[in-house]
């Protein structure tokens, strides 16, 4: 089979090649974006956070009268809230929070060892105001130094000491322990293990925590829930009712699992992964209709000169091939161009969601699965072009 006699058979039909061209390279395009989406949301909703997602709970509130949003009526609140949820059946720990881990932003500042400032001045890190049970809670332990047990005042001013994360501890210092260092936000008391705080920070494991009072809370704040295995759906039920009763003078913002919130941080991006995913599917049934209807029709054009071909000692099987080859030759220009129209949509879709580079292996594995996709809708109208006598196609010669 030549190549030249191949090309000049898909010339012969510039506008269907063209047309199925596009189509190809549109097909490919979505396919390699879709793949390349859902394949970093598998990976990030499968990701290790250091929390207990699934016996874990967050709740945000928000005081409704002026008076128990400020330190030390809210104070007050607190504690009675906690002492309610506390003894609820399956609740093992209860602590409160300016903001709860697994967001996509929330409360940050830059922390800088004062020493070294020009290094270590780390943007965005998310700044936790959080009582003792805090730790327990999350069940994060400390690697090194004690964990505050109560704030610290002076003056009527907090001081407390900060909790770091370990990632955070080693970018700041280095070079040896953090413990007993000093901060632009306070001296260093504890290292804890990693554990998911924001996404849009520097380092989503980058976190400060402050054992400290809630002084105001205009927007709210998070009472965090640990359960007993097994036991959060049955406590999530009851939460709501429960802190009603403690004080009716609260608005719920949400209740939802540790496990929800973290669906949630990618949820955009999983409901495009679907959306492109579906479309990607319904192209390649489209593509394969029309690769179906451009090989039956170009093979019933060609019934005489495939009679000729076949009178001539042409064997079946050369016909059968030839007619695959003209496919395939369309099928990897159109994989060329949605190449090049996947790389554009990706650049596209980076400037509005988180999407991660094609890799070299996608538009290969793609190709493939346009080729067999193809292949199989070229299989009949190919069987049956081969499948006519050269008596019965060259009688009207």
């Known amino acids: 089979m030549s ?32 793949i390349s989406l859902a394949g970093q949301t598998w990976q990030k909703l499968h990701e290790e956070t250091g929390l207990d997602l699934i016996n874990s709970l967050t709740v945000e509130l928000k005081p409704t009268t002026p008076t128990l949003r400020q330190y030390p009526a809210l104070a007050d609140l607190l504690e009675r809230q906690m002492a309610a949820v506390r ?65 610290l005042l002076k003056d009527g001013e907090d001081i407390s000491p900060l909790v770091l994360t370990q990632s955070l501890a ?10 007993g260092r000093q901060t632009n936000g306070g001296t260093v008391a504890a290292v ?29 704040y998070n009472l965090l829930v640990r359960t007993e295995p097994g036991q959060a759906d049955v406590v999530q039920a009851q939460l709501a009712t429960v802190l009603q009763q403690v004080d009716s003078n609260i608005e719920i913002l949400y209740l939802r699992s540790f496990n929800e919130e973290h669906n949630r941080l990618y949820r955009n991006e999983f409901g495009l992964a679907v959306l492109l995913g579906l479309l990607s599917v319904l192209m390649l049934l489209v593509t394969m209709v029309s690769s179906y209807s451009n090989a039956h029709f170009h093979a019933l054009k060609r019934q005489q000169e495939i009679g000729i071909k ?62 067999i996709c193809v292949s199989a809708a070229t299989w009949y ?14 009688k009207t010669l």
């Open 170 to 179: 080693q970018k700041l210092f280095p070079n040896g322990s953090a413990v």
């Open 87 to 151: 003894a609820l059946p399956g609740v093992v720990a209860v602590a409160y929070s300016n903001q709860p881990p697994l967001q996509r932003g929330g409360t940050n500042g830059n922390l800088y060892d004062p020493d070294n400032e020009e290094r270590t001045n780390i943007n965005s890190v998310p700044v936790y105001q959080v009582s003792k049970d805090f730790f327990d809670v999350l069940q994060i332990k400390a690697l090194e130094g004690e964990l505050p047990q109560a704030p």
């Open 192 to 220: 804890v293990d990693d554990f998911y705080g924001q996404r849009n920070a520097v380092n989503s494991n980058y976190n400060r925590i402050q054992v400290a009072p809630l002084f105001s809370v205009d927007w709210g």
């Open 310 to 371: 076949r009178a001539l000692g042409a064997s079946k099987n050369m016909i059968f091939m030839e007619l695959f080859c003209e496919n395939w030759l369309n099928t990897l220009a159109g994989a060329m161009l949605g190449a090049l129209a996947a790389l554009a949509l990706n650049q596209g879709l980076s400037a509005v969601i988180s999407i991660p580079a094609i890799s070299w292996w996608l538009p290969l594995l793609a190709t493939l699965v346009l080729l």
């Open 381 to 394: 109208p190919a069987r049956i072009a081969t499948s006519v006598s050269p008596a019965t196609a060259t």
């Open 3 to 34: 190549l030249h006699l191949l090309l000049q058979s898909l010339l012969r039909r510039k506008v269907v090649t063209g047309l199925l061209l596009l189509q190809l390279a549109m097909t490919l395009a979505l396919l390699l974006n879709s």
